[in-house]
Nanobody, 123 residues
Framework: QVQLVESGGGLVQAGGSLRLSCTAS????????MAWFRQTPGKERDIVAA????????YYADSVKGRFTISRDNAKNTAYLQMNSLRPEDTAVYYC????????????????WGQGTQVTVFS
C-alpha cells in the first residue's frame, strides 16, 4: 500500500508560481511511476504530467508544456510539480497519483491517489 499526501496548493495571481509536493509512505516509492492530475467541478480528472520511476521520462499535457515541470526525489519519497506562469484556467484541485511500473496518462491506470490540493489562480 502507498499513501500519498499533497501539499503546496493555494491562491496565486496570474503569472505567479507554485510548487506542489506529493510525499509517499512506504519503502518502494522508487519503483512507482508518479503523475499529477487536475479536476474542476463537473469535469473529468485530466492528466497534467507524469514521470517514470527513475525520472528519466516525463510527459506533459499540451496545456502546461513549457510552464510546468514534474520531478521527483526518490530519497525523500516525494514528487513535485513546479508550476510557473500560472493562468486562471489552471485553477483546479490537483491530485497526485502512483502506480507500479510504467507511467501512463489515463487515470484508470493509477492505483493510489492523494486527497487533492486546491490551486486557485486569479487575474
Amino acid at each position: 500500500q502507498v499513501q500519498l499526501v499533497e501539499s503546496g496548493g493555494g491562491l496565486v495571481q496570474a503569472g505567479g508560481s507554485l510548487r506542489l509536493s506529493c510525499t509517499a509512505s512506504g519503502r518502494t516509492f522508487s519503483s512507482y511511476a508518479m503523475a499529477w492530475f487536475r479536476q474542476t467541478p463537473g469535469k473529468e480528472r485530466d492528466i497534467v504530467a507524469a514521470i517514470s520511476w527513475g525520472g528519466a521520462s516525463t510527459y506533459y499535457a499540451d496545456s502546461v508544456k513549457g510552464r510546468f515541470t514534474i520531478s521527483r526525489d526518490n530519497a525523500k519519497n516525494t514528487a513535485y510539480l513546479q508550476m510557473n506562469s500560472l493562468r486562471p484556467e489552471d485553477t483546479a484541485v490537483y491530485y497526485c497519483a502512483a502506480r507500479g511500473g510504467f507511467a501512463y496518462t489515463t487515470k484508470s491506470e493509477y492505483n493510489y491517489w492523494g486527497q487533492g490540493t486546491q490551486v486557485t489562480v486569479f487575474s
